[in-house]
């Protein structure tokens, strides 16, 4: 079922490295280019009439059925009618590297004729499928993060949240609620959304999530409502800004490196790999803190 999923050297180089010893990963060695080493494998997992969906499969090395690996799950970006799951094939490299199972998902794009409530579903299809599944595909189904940019953070988010948009199709015994959120400026309650995510939704039941924008992206500020929310209901929530940068900053050297520096601590803080991030992020570009809350673990 494996395949060796070793590190390349940022940039790429032919040859593949052995990973990290104790498991910790060398963010310096990060695979920035998204069409680096492909997916060990595509799976279906939803279809829609003559349309298929299918997760990129990224496999820690050594992974055999019978393990319980953490996993996450990726949404690309691209206002809900555009983008492609590479978008987080380097961050899904890397995750793997440590020992999660990665998945990059596809969807449903408004252009052919869906709504954003259909984005959503085929989120909710996605996180459904790999729980099913957990037992075949060594993944732990306690321990299912889901991550996204911009209207892929709102998709993984409406997963957690939402209580509605299911596909009425699948086994709704199976829990579609990711466990752990990982948003890169997600498009939280864009109006472009068209109502499927509001502050309304945001509960106590709302898991551990971390939220990374730039200080020059208008979304922030839906970051900023999430904390003070996080601050009313309860849960654990982690706020991060990068200094002068713009919407979709994170899909480019050095962010790249220092959000997944970032996403490798608060995966670590949570038990879903098993040692954190050595050194520190590039220079000059770690991001700030804003908030989190409860207390960071």
């Known amino acids: 079922m494996s395949k060796k999923n070793k590190k390349r050297n940022n940039p790429p ?20 280019d998204a069409s680096g080493r492909p997916p060990d494998r595509l799976v279906v997992f939803k279809k829609i009439a003559s349309r298929e969906l299918r997760l990129h499969v990224f496999e820690p090395d050594g992974l ?16 809900w009618r555009a983008g ?10 890397h995750l793997a590297s440590q020992g999660m199972a990665a998945f990059c998902a596809e969807y449903r794009l408004t252009p052919e004729g869906v709504k954003v409530s259909d984005c959503v579903s085929d989120a909710k299809s996605a996180v459904r499928w790999i729980r099913r599944h957990a037992a075949e ?17 709102h998709l993984a988010a409406a997963a957690a949240l939402t209580t509605d948009m299911d596909d009425p199709a699948e086994d709704l015994s199976i829990s579609s609620k990711p466990n752990l959120l990982v948003l890169y400026n997600p498009a939280l309650f864009h109006e472009f959304g068209q109502g499927t995510l509001t502050p309304k939704h945001v509960t106590k039941e709302t898991p551990p999530a971390i939220l990374m924008y730039g200080t020059d992206d208008e979304m922030i500020e839906y970051g ?14 982690e706020l991060y800004a990068a200094e002068k940068a ?52």
């Open 13 to 32: 180089a032919p040859q593949k490295q052995d990973k990290a010893p104790d498991n910790k990963a060398g963010i310096e060695d990060l695979d920035v």
């Open 137 to 153: 595909l060594g993944v732990d189904p306690n321990r299912i993060a889901a991550g996204g940019g911009s209207a892929g953070g």
């Open 224 to 237: 900023r409502r999430f904390l003070e929310i996080a601050k009313e209901k309860g849960f654990h929530a």
């Open 246 to 297: 713009a919407h979709g900053f994170f899909n480019k050297s050095p962010w790249l490196e220092s959000t997944t520096w970032l996403v490798h601590a608060f995966l670590a803080r949570h038990g879903y790999v098993a040692a954190g991030p050595d050194g520190q992020p590039p220079q000059g570009h770690s991001l700030t803190k804003i908030g989190a809350l409860p207390a960071s673990r």
């Open 84 to 93: 492609e799951p590479k978008q987080f094939y380097p961050q899904s490299r």
């Open 64 to 79: 055999k059925p019978s393990d319980k690996r953490p996993a996450i799950v990726f949404f690309h970006g691209g206002a």
